[in-house]
């Protein structure tokens, strides 16, 4: 059994290994040459899975990618050959929640904003959206969400149309996934009438696709309005954003808002649950033993006598403890503009952790909402 897999997946062998032979490459070098012999493709969201691709692929059963969005496989292309495909929905929904919330954080603490009482939108609110949700509470934020979809199947939260929550957010955050098609499409959701609508001061987040915005129109409206503020993970033609659009912004990352180690190696541990039955695994291992131990101690914490905005602080500065985000951004301003410039930051991103792997004993309840391990004082 032949595995063609991105070379930026981790744990492939101690994963894969025992049951299939591996060749990896580079994800956008993988082609139609790279998967002329493969059984099984294993890629990241930035392999085109096309027509091209598959033309060439004649023995492959299986498609998958260790990333919840799938926007970059052509699933009518798939389905029309017979091909079984999977996603990792969910892999990465603590990542993308902590990566959001220490940009919160550390914008607020550059800006001397107090977090609490404001309004948080969630545009999409699945795995990604859900996770921010869960953890906006820790900072005293009131939460709204919009998600047409999931409204209309009944889930029970509350949800508020679009426009409404541009109208009340004073933090809007973009968790939804690129479609160009069906009932609620998200190409250009936020479009030039969309952004010029914000709230005075609002801060928009885009941690989903970049093309969920329209980052022309975005470049217009940051110009003559400089009291939005932009904190962008992902950008239209990656991997070549628009530069003016990368100066304009408070906070610049090269999509790595999922980049936990837990949740890469979740990605693929999704997809060896998936593929049990083509790779003959009697008993799938557990997830835990391929995560390694975490680097990070407990982390003792005397805050019962701190005020809001001391604590909101301290907030800011353990999760770039766990995750420098300024160290990111800067680094993101230096290189975007080299020749592999985004790719090379993705591939040396920090071995950054989750939060559930720092212990925080304190009296105060907040670290564990925000997702930290909680140990007793
Ligand atoms: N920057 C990064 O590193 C990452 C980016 N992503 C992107 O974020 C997207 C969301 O990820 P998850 O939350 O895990 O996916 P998900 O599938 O769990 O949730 C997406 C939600 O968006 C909703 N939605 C769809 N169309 C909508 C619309 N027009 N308006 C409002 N809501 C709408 C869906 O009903 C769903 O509940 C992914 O598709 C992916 O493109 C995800 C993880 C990491
Ligand atoms: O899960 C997704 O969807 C994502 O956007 C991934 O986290 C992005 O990672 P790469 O696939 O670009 O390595």
Known sequence: MQIVADENMPALDALFGPYAEIHTYPGREIGPEQVKDADILLVRSVTKVDRALLEAASKLKFVGTATIGFDHLDIDALNERGIRWSNAPGCNAEAVGEYVITALLTLAERESVALTGKTLGIIGAGNTGSAVAKRAGALGLKVLLCDPPLAEAGDERDFVELDALLAQADLVSCHVPLTQSGAHPT???????????????????????????????????????????????????????????????????????????????????????????????????AFAQFVPASELATLIIDDGALSGEQWQRLAARVARLVYDIDAEDRRFRNWHTQEGGFDKQRKAHLNRREFLSLAIASEQRQWQSLGFESKRV
């Open 187 to 285: 190409w250009y959701l936020l479009d030039e009438s969309r952004l010029s609508s914000l709230k005075p001061d609002t801060w928009l987040v885009n941690a989903c696709r970049g093309e969920v915005i329209d980052n022309r129109a975005l470049i217009e409206v940051k110009r003559q309005r400089p009291d939005l503020k932009l904190i962008l993970d992902v950008w239209e033609g990656e991997p070549n954003p628009i530069t003016e659009l990368v100066e304009l912004t408070e906070i610049a990352t090269p999509h790595i808002a999922g980049y936990s180690v837990e949740a890469k190696l979740r990605g693929n541990w999704l997809l060896l649950a998936q593929l049990k039955l083509e790779l003959g695994i009697d008993q799938l291992p």
